[in-house]
């Protein structure tokens, strides 16, 4: 029981020590921060298009009527 135990921990401590699955975390964290910002970038570029083209809407009408 005492021979298990030990091998037990020893299994436990060779997997915290390794560093495989490290890459994977940190791209997919580059990839969550590179999101956010392109959608935050996003909706203040949807926010812009839609005031020019309102604008844009807007001139248009005052000559058409």
Same mark, same amino acid.
């Given at each position: /029981?005492?021979? /298990?135990?030990?091998?037990?921990?020893?299994?436990?401590?060779?997997l915290?020590?390794?560093?495989?699955?490290?890459?994977?975390?940190?791209?997919?964290?580059?990839? !969550?921060?590179?999101?956010?910002?392109?959608?935050?970038? /996003?909706?203040?570029l949807?926010?812009?298009i839609?005031? !020019?083209?309102?604008?844009? +809407?807007?001139?248009? +009408?005052?000559?058409?009527?």
């Amino acid at each position: /029981m005492k021979n /298990m135990l030990l091998a037990f921990c020893i299994k436990v401590q060779d997997l915290l020590n390794r560093d495989d699955g490290q890459d994977l975390v940190e791209y997919s964290l580059v990839v !969550a921060i590179i999101s956010l910002g392109a959608t935050a970038s /996003m909706q203040s570029l949807a926010s812009g298009i839609s005031t !020019a083209f309102s604008g844009l +809407s807007a001139t248009l +009408s005052t000559y058409v009527t």
